[in-house]
């Protein structure tokens, strides 16, 4: 359990009484295995990209500044569920956390393309009216999540791209950011890994996500990433595109992916548990399920999501052996899950 400064305890328990609730409010810094059943009073998840991360194969430093990474974002969004904020503004400040912290793979610590240029991709989505906007190969804006946001409210379009989309953040009041934001000594060295003749082709990790369901049950879905290191310039995933990595209905789920973008896309993936849910009446669990587990792997490919339904059921599978990740409750009790073996595949 971790310890919390009696300022950010008070601000916690004052948030667990906005929503009708009683509890704990410390965090779980390192949760045991959560099993097989189904994870319930969830308002808030986040995710930090599907992959391998073994037990004991990082520092505990690390795994520290991961998990803190986690909870950072999730209670950010969690105060402003907690005075009532709409689940959009939730889903927004959690992923601006993320793109923020140079551990994941979105704004700083974004992977480098084959030119040695950042290109950051994002979407948003509203369950209430399925209002979207999202943006891809942005160079110079320091949070594409919020640019995507800009997209949906501030403009006729639903998807911003290149320097349109930058110069859109700039007209809009957005401060240009310069490419060296963006550097961090890790991924630079991992390009001139993947520069080796005999390198093998590898996703970038590390994408961000975010899922919400407010006081009124209405639910919303957001997704960051810098996209594949050594990529092709120009190359865009799915995490910009609504439908394959991110999706939000308020009648039935809000989805965050992250994997072999390409797949996602060709699979429709986020939508695709939605649709399962509306057409067959499938839970949350068994609907992402099918679609991560099957579908995915039938089309050659891997990777996760974090699927939150309005009840505020959560599920969490993945193909990869692992995926980070992180939860809230109605009462305040944060989860974060980083090893392989904390988070149930099915």
């Known amino acids: 359990m971790s310890t ?20 704990s409010a410390g965090a779980e810094s390192a949760p045991p295995p959560s099993g097989d059943g ?17 037990r004991g194969s990082i520092t505990p430093e690390r795994e520290r500044a991961y998990r803190d990474g986690l909870e950072k974002a999730l209670r950010t969004g969690y105060r402003l569920l907690a005075d009532g904020r709409p689940s959009l503004d939730a889903v927004e400040a959690a992923v601006r956390v993320l793109e923020d912290d140079p551990l994941f793979n979105a704004g700083k610590g974004a992977v480098f393309n084959t030119d040695a240029e950042h290109e950051l991709d994002a979407s948003i989505m509203d369950g209430r009216d399925l209002r979207s906007g999202a943006v891809a190969g942005v160079h110079n804006t320091k949070n594409p999540i919020s640019l995507a946001r800009m997209v949906m409210e501030r403009s006729p379009h639903v998807l911003m791209a290149g320097a349109g989309a930058d110069t859109f953040a700039l007209r809009n009041g957005v401060p240009y950011t310069t490419q060296d934001y963006y550097f961090t000594q890790r991924r630079w060295d991992s390009l001139m890994e993947a520069k080796q003749p005999d390198a093998e082709p590898k996703e970038g990790g590390g994408t961000v996500g975010a899922v919400a369901v ?10 960051s990433t810098g996209g594949l290191t050594n990529k092709l310039v120009g190359r865009v995933g799915d995490s910009p595109i609504i439908g394959a990595g991110t999706y939000a209905n308020s009648r039935t789920v809000a989805v965050s992916c992250t994997g072999t973008g390409e797949v996602f896309i060709r699979g429709v993936a986020a939508y695709d548990i939605s649709a399962i849910m509306e057409y067959t009446g499938a839970p949350v669990r068994r609907a992402a399920s099918k679609v991560v587990n099957e579908k995915i792997p039938a089309l050659g490919a891997t990777g996760g999501v974090i699927a939150l339904d309005p009840r505020g059921t959560l599920a969490t599978p993945h193909s990869t052996p692992g995926l980070i990740n992180g ?6 009790r944060v989860v974060t899950r980083v090893y392989n073996d904390e988070t149930p595949a099915g």
Request: hydrophobic letters at 50%.
């Open 327 to 332: 939860y809230i409750t109605r009462d305040g």
């Open 214 to 223: 407010d006081r009124s049950r209405e639910v919303a879905a957001a997704t």
């Open 38 to 54: 189904p994870i319930r009073g969830v308002v808030l998840a986040v995710h930090g990209g599907a992959g391998s991360l073994p």
């Open 4 to 23: 919390l400064r009696p300022r950010l305890l008070i601000a916690v328990l004052a948030a667990a009484t906005a929503f009708g609730v009683s509890g």
